[in-house]
Structures are given as C-alpha cells and as structure tokens.
C-alpha cells in the first residue's frame, strides 16, 4: 500500500499502518483506512457508506461490567519511536505518558537493521534502553519483530521477505540466528510477547514479492525458535482478521471488488485455512480500526471463529492491538462515518473520547477478548491540518489526528477516557 508522502514519515517496520481488513471466506476485504500504511495503489478514496448503527454514546454505562473492564482486560497503547515527532530520545517520556494513562501494555518495536547491522553482529543498545525504560514504567511489551536489514532482504528492499525465507520450504536461517539470539538476549529482561511480520497481506508494502505460503512457514519458523528459547513466551501474528458476514455484505453493497481487494482476501483466506500459521501463534492479534462499537467485536468474533475452522478448534486469546479514530472534525465528518457510525462521534476531541470509551467497552465485554490497545499514543503528523486536495483515504491512512495527544505531546480529551476505561471508571 501507498504511503502518501506529504503526510507520512520515518517509514520503518513500526510504521506499515495497514487500514486493511484482510478476510476469510465469511467476508471480503474492507478499508478501514485510519493507519499508516496507507491506500493502496489506484484507490483514491475511502469505501463509501455503511449503514447507519444504533450506538450509545455514553461512557460506561454498564455497571455490571465494570470489573472485568479494569480486571480481566490487560489495556495497551502503541508507540512509533521512529516517528519524527518522538525518535528514541523521546521514548522515555512517552512511555511514562503512556503509564499515567493507566495502561499496562506497549507495542512497539526496535530496528532489526540496528540490533544486527551485519549477519551475527548484534548490538543490543536500542533493545535494551527499550526494555529498560518499560520495565521502569511497569509496561508490558508487545515486541514487533519488524523487517529485516537491508543485507538480509530479497533484492534488498526490506519490505520483502527476508531473502532466505521467501518460500515455504526455506531455511530462515538468518530470522532463526536473529530470533534467537534476541529471545535468549532479552527473556531475563521482560521480553515475553512477539509479534511477527506486521500486516502481511498488505503485500505490496509489508511481504513485497511473497507469498502466504511462504509467510506461514515464515510464522512457524519465529513461533518455533522463539519457543524454543523461551518456553513462556507469547508468539502472535501481524494483525491478519476476518470481518463478520453483516459487514462483508454491507461492503458488497458499497461497491465491487478491486482486482486488488480479491487478492488481499485470497492472500489471508490462505492463511486462515493453513494450519502451518493456525498452530504458530499463542495470541491472535485482530485489527479493528476505526469500525466502532458495533463491527469491532464481530470482527474479533469472525477472526476467532475462523482461527477455530483452521486449528481444529482450539481457542486462542485475541489481543487487539489496533482501535483508533481522529479527533479532527473534518475527518469525522466523513460520509462513511456519518453511515457506518451513525453520526454518533463528531465533535473532534470529544468524538474521538466518546469513541474510544465506547469501542473498549464493546470490545471488553467480548469473551475472546484479552488485551487492547489504542493507536497511537502522539499523532503521528506534526501538522493535524489536511493539505488541500487530500483525500479521505490519505488523511485516514495517514493517522492524522488520531493520537491520544497532539504533536506537542499536549494531552487530548481522549487520554482522559483511555484513563477512565483502564481503570474501570465512568
């Protein structure tokens, strides 16, 4: 997918925010259009209209619900360090915004190119500071594994698979030294969750030139030597989810196919159908984005159910590690919010805190459900106003207003609400 460049930044392995909603056979492939990784190619604006929902806009208003909100759900926040508005000198402070807001979880990721600038020479620095500082804070880390260094990348272009694990019979022998090494490395230090590749089925941004095939093997070959060195840890996919029929048909409605989309649901229907991948994750990482209260949890449930015909029935935890909404009220404006949210969250920062308190409730209420996390904790634009000419699709996918604070690291209405869904408060 396109990353449009007069909004995008530093574009690392943190930084492929997909917006894509990769299906199963229960559904087709829906842009949810809010991250990072942009449109893709030829796609100039955002699916228009879903239908109107009935949504409530107030906070917490199940009280019988109250423990399991602030018990049983582990809350989490995402951090681009490689973002211009942040960088590793800044990680510190973030992470420590990121505890006051009551979370107890971070996904972020460290540079593999950095750690292993050539093949077995490790630096451990970067890696360490990280775990350091969220140790610190109390944070628990969702480590994403990110791309490989340019010496270890098919055609050198980091954005395909690594070179010697591009096909499902491949040795990975440079992700099993790196994998490994990094778990024995980082386990004393608190390293308890990875996750593999970002998002593949964005293939012409995140697995350029592979295959599902071959990133299932790829999924193996981390789950395999990460367990291998850390019997504890938890290994989860890149954020690969099913969307429920009701959505699936809505989208149909909206509009055909692209030749695109078809291919970015052949790609996840292959892997929710190949047990390889089925039985090479110990937490399914689900991505929501911006569908709101009312899809988010049937996405998680169609991705669980799906995950289940693949496995042989076997429950796995969700963990969903993508929910965001802008606080601009141009954004929030959009025909397709105004459709598929039922025009419930305007009002810029106070739409995007209804939102948030809203979706976490939902999605805390769903059985399948351990962990969620809200993207991203600092906007990742330093300038919220939308260039002239913009589409939709580039705004969304360039996440403009969609942090928890403004560049300026000044708190949002919405940094209050995650403190209040964290906390089980109302």
């Not at 699916?47 to 109107?52: E, K």
């Not at 459900?369 to 002239?388: E, R, S």
Request: charged share 15%.
């Amino acid at each position: 997918m396109k990353t449009t460049k007069y909004l995008s930044k530093n574009n690392n392995s943190r930084s492929q925010r997909l917006g894509i909603l990769a299906l199963t056979g229960l559904a087709l492939a829906s842009a949810c259009g809010l991250f990072k990784g942009g449109t893709h190619p030829g796609s100039n604006s955002r699916p228009a209209g879903l239908v109107p929902t009935t949504t409530s806009s107030s906070a917490f208003s199940d009280t019988t619900n109250q423990s399991q909100l602030s018990g049983n759900i582990t809350y989490g926040i995402d951090v681009n360090q490689f973002d211009s508005d942040i960088g590793p000198q800044k990680v510190p402070q973030v992470l420590q915004m990121i505890r006051q807001a009551g979370a107890r979880a971070v996904r972020i990721g460290a540079s593999w190119a950095t750690t292993e600038p050539s093949p077995g020479v490790f630096n451990w620095t970067g890696v360490d500071k990280l775990l350091s500082t969220a140790n610190t804070d109390g944070l628990v880390v969702l480590y994403e594994l990110g791309n490989e260094p340019a010496w270890d990348a098919l055609g050198g272009n980091v954005n395909a698979p690594p070179s010697d694990c591009a096909s499902p019979s491949a040795s990975c022998s440079s992700v099993i030294t790196y994998v490994s090494n990094l778990i024995a490395h980082a386990k004393t230090e608190g390293l308890n969750y990875l996750i593999v590749r970002n998002e593949p089925q964005n293939f012409n941004k995140n697995w350029v030139g592979g295959t599902a095939a071959a990133y299932a093997h790829f999924q193996q070959v981390v789950y395999q030597t990460a367990h291998q060195a850390s019997p504890t840890i938890k290994v989860l996919n890149g954020g690969t989810e099913a969307v429920s029929a009701s959505l699936a048909k809505l989208r149909n409605q909206i509009q055909p196919q692209t030749a695109y989309m078809k291919q970015v649901q052949g790609f996840a229907s292959e892997l929710y159908s190949n047990p390889i991948w089925c039985d090479s994750l110990d937490v399914l990482d689900v991505h929501v984005g911006d569908h709101g209260p009312v899809y988010s949890p049937q996405i998680v449930d169609a991705s669980e159910a799906a995950l289940q015909a693949c496995n042989g029935g076997k429950h796995v935890p969700v963990w969903v590690t993508e929910v965001g909404y802008p606080s601009l009220a141009s954004l929030q404006a959009s025909h397709v919010y105004q459709v598929e949210l039922g025009g419930n969250y305007q009002g810029d920062r106070t739409g995007q805190a209804r939102y948030l308190t809203d979706t976490f409730n939902a999605l805390a209420k769903d059985p399948n459900v351990i962990g969620i996390n809200w993207t991203f904790m600092i906007d990742p634009n330093l300038n919220n106003t939308v260039p002239a000419g913009a589409t939709y699709n580039q705004t969304f996918s360039a996440g403009m207003g969609a942090g928890l604070a403004y560049a300026s690291y000044k708190e949002k209405a919405a940094y209050q609400a995650f403190q209040l869904a964290s906390r089980g408060g109302s």
